[in-house]
């Protein structure tokens, strides 16, 4: 079936320690978003790509970086996490800007 | 980006009560989309409603959008214990590129 894959499901990293989070689609979407969700929170768009156009979030601290080598992958980096960086990201993708967003099932964060 | 007040942020009924969320907006609004997320799941796209005044219906949840297209709301009716989860509005931004999640409401069904 096609969809969103996320990898890890559950990721544990060190303060400080860099740490990439992986998203594949078989969708063949043009879109590719990432979110982040903390607790009891709404999702917050980080970034994203349209096709290979990135488009940062104006709040997006500089510690977040993505890449897309390519329209089935992307990656999102976080280059020194902190305690405050500890969420949910979520992956998401859509055909055109302003279409239907699907999502993965998420990568959980933790920071230790 | 923009944000969205969704009302109540939380709401508890009784299994076979109604419930409704309310999703304000402060700006006319281009067009919104409405997704649900289970506990411990990820945003399922419901629906989206482009049209002043559009009423849309998927078995017991009814989406409406505004006259003045500011605001937005979802209707359950009947609820079942399947119902549970938050139920977000995300308005399409100024830019038309991108979708923010609305503030959220959490539904709690009591059998």
């Known amino acids: 079936d096609a969809m969103v894959i996320q990898n890890p499901r559950y990721q544990v990293t060190q303060f400080g320690k860099p740490v990439t989070l992986s998203c594949s689609q078989t969708l063949n979407h043009n879109v590719m978003y990432w979110y982040q969700q903390k607790s009891s929170q709404a999702p917050k768009l980080l970034f994203h790509?349209?096709?290979?156009?990135?488009?940062n979030e104006a709040d997006t601290p500089d510690n977040f970086q993505s890449r897309r080598p390519n329209t089935s992958f992307c990656f999102l980096d976080i280059r020194s996490p902190g305690l405050g960086d500890a969420a949910m990201y979520l992956c998401?993708?859509?055909?055109?800007?302003?279409?239907?967003?699907?999502f993965g099932p998420g990568t959980r964060l933790t920071v230790l | 980006g923009q944000q969205v007040m969704q009302i109540p942020q939380y709401q508890h009924v009784q299994e076979g009560e109604d419930f409704t969320t309310y999703c304000n907006s402060s700006?006319?609004?281009?067009?919104i989309q409405w997704y649900k997320q289970r506990p411990g799941g990820h945003p399922v796209f419901l629906i989206q409603l482009v049209k002043s005044g559009e009423v849309k219906k998927q078995k017991r949840l009814t989406f409406q959008f505004g006259e003045a297209k500011k605001n937005s709301s979802l209707h359950i009716t009947a609820t079942q214990t399947t119902d549970v989860g938050t139920y977000f509005c995300a308005p399409l931004s100024n830019t038309g590129n991108q979708f923010y999640f609305g503030t959220g409401t959490s539904l709690t069904v009591i059998p």
């Open positions: 998401a993708t859509s055909r055109q800007l302003g279409d239907t967003q699907y």
């Open positions: 700006t006319t609004l281009s067009n």
């Open positions: 790509y349209y096709d290979k156009d990135f488009n």
